[in-house]
């Protein structure tokens, strides 16, 4: 039982240059986010897709895009990272949109 | 803006003493509060959700409760194996998509020393 699954676990990336961060859920979930987790700040929304085909931005969206691909994977994309983006990543999904939220394993992102 | 609070942000206990976290929150229409338990270097694990004052959850030696400004994580005769990061978060019941987002509060940091 997988439950939500991100990949790359590391990345170290240098300024300006850009990357995908990937995830899969196989709980037949609607609802995907991706937080972002800072020393001190706690965990901030992204962006989230409440069903397959929307998306919408949450608190922190600049610098970032995503992509819901199917019911399964949603996608975040930085297309020229900065060093403010360094930060843990967390991909999560829920059933609906007020029930509990469950989190992959993190990305831990470093850019220089 | 809804806010959440927890307190305190560290707690260190000895093996079989009980004790309380706190969270305090503000937000326009409670839809749920959700309490996750955070291991160094890993994700969020869901613990209990609540979603009116005066319900209460149990499982195993932690027990959640609710009130109209705050919950409680009540542990009782930790052991080591509790030691995490014991998170809170709010979802919030306006309208429109903001009441797809988790506000989480900062955490409090629990160690259980044998």
């Known amino acids: 039982n997988a439950g939500v699954t991100q990949t790359p676990k590391f990345q170290v990336l240098k300024t300006g240059q850009s990357m995908t961060l990937q995830c899969a859920q196989d709980m037949n979930h609607n609802s995907m986010y991706w937080y972002r987790q800072d020393p001190g700040m706690g965990l901030r929304l992204i962006y989230y897709s409440a069903s397959e085909g929307t998306t919408d931005k949450g608190e922190v969206p600049n610098g970032y895009n995503v992509s819901r691909l199917n019911k399964r994977e949603f996608s975040l994309r930085l297309e020229s990272a900065a060093p403010s983006q360094t930060s843990v990543y967390f991909c999560?999904?829920?059933?609906?949109?007020?029930?509990?939220?469950?989190f992959g394993q993190g990305t831990r992102l470093t850019v220089v | 803006e809804d806010q959440v609070t927890q307190s305190p942000e560290a707690l260190r206990l000895q093996e079989g003493e009980s004790s309380s976290l706190n969270c305090s929150y503000t937000?326009?229409?409670?839809?749920?509060l959700f309490w996750y338990r955070q291991d160094p270097g890993k994700g969020p694990e869901f613990l209990f959700t609540?979603?009116?004052a005066g319900e209460e959850k149990e499982k195993e030696r932690l027990k959640a409760t609710l009130t109209k400004k705050e919950s409680f994580l009540h542990i009782t005769a930790p052991k080591p194996e509790d030691s995490a990061t014991y998170l809170c978060?709010?979802?919030?019941?306006?309208?429109?998509?903001?009441?797809?987002?988790?506000?989480f509060g900062k955490g409090t940091l629990l160690t259980v020393n044998p």
């Open positions: 609540l979603y009116s």
């Open positions: 937000v326009s229409g409670l839809r749920g």
């Open positions: 978060a709010v979802q919030a019941g306006d309208s429109g998509g903001s009441n797809y987002k988790l506000t």
């Open positions: 999560a999904s829920s059933a609906l949109r007020n029930t509990e939220a469950f």
